[in-house]
């Protein structure tokens, strides 16, 4: 089974989970998965039919919010706030590494938690989000744009 490492006590990460994976996520106590991979991001990935076919038949709980990694919109940790608070945990979130998943975990729990507390617990669950310190101190809100002048 893909490696699953834990950021919170309802919310794990990990790279790509094959369709055949989600009765062993399931038997594991997970009750809903969130894709942040977009569609045919690399060749061989699933598709996100196959996923949500598969998380049903496993009697889990699934989204698609794809994201590019390091472009996180509002609107799109909005989304994946809202999934967190609708759906039953816990909740493995999932990309290509892992990596944009916590991300986007991370942005939801701005303002929530520090921006210490969110960073140290990516870092345990392997993930370096340390880049989005200053969003993370702003609330999760996108920085505001400079004008060119």
């Known amino acids: 089974m893909t490696d699953i490492r834990r950021i919170s006590p309802d919310f794990s990460v990990s790279a790509q989970v094959d369709p055949e994976e989600f009765e062993a996520l399931a038997a594991a106590g997970f009750r809903s998965v969130i894709s942040n991979r977009p569609e045919g991001e690399e060749p061989g990935q699933p598709s ?12 889990m709980e699934a989204r698609h919010i794809p994201v590019t990694p390091g472009a996180y919109g509002d ?11 609708e759906m039953p945990g816990p909740v493995l979130g999932f990309c290509r590494t892992g990596t ?19 960073i140290e617990a990516a870092a345990a669950g392997g993930c370096d989000i340390s880049g989005l310190r200053v969003r993370l101190a702003l609330g999760g809100d996108e920085p505001p744009r400079s004008e060119p002048q």
Request: hydrophobic residues 55%.
């Open 48 to 59: 996100w039919a196959q996923i949500a076919a598969a998380a049903q038949a496993a009697g």
């Open 75 to 85: 609107e799109d940790v909005s989304r994946f706030a809202a999934a967190l608070e």
């Open 100 to 118: 944009r998943a916590a991300s986007m975990w991370a942005l939801s729990q701005a303002g929530r938690q520090s921006p210490d507390a969110i």
